[in-house]
């Protein structure tokens, strides 16, 4: 059966009042209007077809770590479709419905203004054609009924926070909107992440290897010597796919250098030993002193 039409804004006619109207005249006049703002409506059918068409909004809590590789993810939604009881013809199975004779089934009517005439979408049936006689007891002869429904949701990877996606669910649509949680580790930015790595001040200053935790595996990082805190490592296509393009973003590794609070007598006799020969000082160093000579040495 032909879903009902949405009606189509017409324009307005008004009487020749140039000439005397009667009671009739003037109703059939106002009838259509009535009908065009709303204040006039004998079909439960019309107004609930707009609500129904409307696609219902969901949000959807996701891992950073799932926004960025993607998953399938499984979710329940309530939403208006079809009738499973009546097939969404709203007459309880069984059952027959009339013919409508204030149309004659075709869910138009026609309205005369003087001279000119109006169709309209039959304010008795609501365009059905039809007028049920025995509701369905599920969706009460709407045709639609609130079901509970459990839908796999296929997560693109590379999804952000906002993102808004369009699916399908059974003969109606849902709009889902991504909540992502932030990363304990990792930072987004785009396609690109970045991720803090604490070296020794040993590493930093002679070079070495690092272990850091990157999205995809464990990364093996080489130091160059001399690495400054907060200097930038980037590891080329470690980050999240591009969701509107083709390949991957990068991971940015930021150094940072992890001073001990306490050291051993042997350690702080090196490092003082090193800061006697250090040059390039703004200042004082504890435990070292000028010479009369200009050099440094511990005050031992």
């Not at 399938?72 to 969404?88: A, L, Q």
């Not at 980037?234 to 306490?262: A, C, E």
């Amino acid at each position: 059966m032909a879903e009902p039409q949405a009606e189509r804004p017409r324009l307005c006619v008004f009487p020749d009042l140039s000439r005397p109207q009667s009671a009739a005249d003037i109703e059939t006049w106002c009838q259509p209007h009535r009908k065009i703002f709303g204040e006039f409506s004998s079909s439960s059918f019309g107004d609930f077809q707009t609500v129904f068409d409307q696609p219902q909004e969901y949000i959807m809590e996701l891992t950073f770590n799932q926004a960025a590789k993607g998953v399938n993810k499984e979710f329940t939604v309530n939403i208006m479709d079809t009738c499973e009881r009546c097939d969404g013809k709203g007459n309880e199975p069984g059952t027959k419905v009339q013919h409508c004779h204030y149309c004659g089934g075709s869910g138009m009517e026609t309205i005369n203004t003087g001279p000119f005439v109006m169709r309209s979408t039959c304010r008795r049936c609501g365009g059905r054609g039809s007028i049920v006689v025995t509701p369905c007891v599920v969706c009460r002869g709407v045709g639609q009924a609130k079901q509970k429904k459990r839908v796999m949701i296929p997560v693109p990877a590379g999804v952000e926070d906002g993102q808004t996606v369009r699916m399908p669910v059974g003969k109606r649509e849902i709009f889902i909107t991504f909540r992502v949680q932030k990363s304990p580790v990792f930072r987004r930015d785009g396609a690109d992440i970045h991720s803090d790595l604490f070296i020794s001040i040993a590493q930093a200053l002679l070079g070495g290897t690092a272990r850091a935790q990157g999205l995809y595996e464990t990364i093996n990082v080489m130091i160059p010597p001399g690495t400054q805190t907060d200097q930038k490592i980037r590891m080329g296509g470690k980050g999240i796919p591009r969701i509107n393009s083709y390949g991957y973003g990068d991971h940015y590794i930021h150094i940072k250098i992890r001073v001990p609070k306490r050291l051993t007598s042997r350690q702080q006799n090196l490092i003082l030993s090193y800061a006697e020969d250090e040059t390039d000082v703004e200042g004082t160093v504890n435990g070292v002193t000028l010479t009369t000579s200009g050099k440094r040495s511990t005050g031992n």
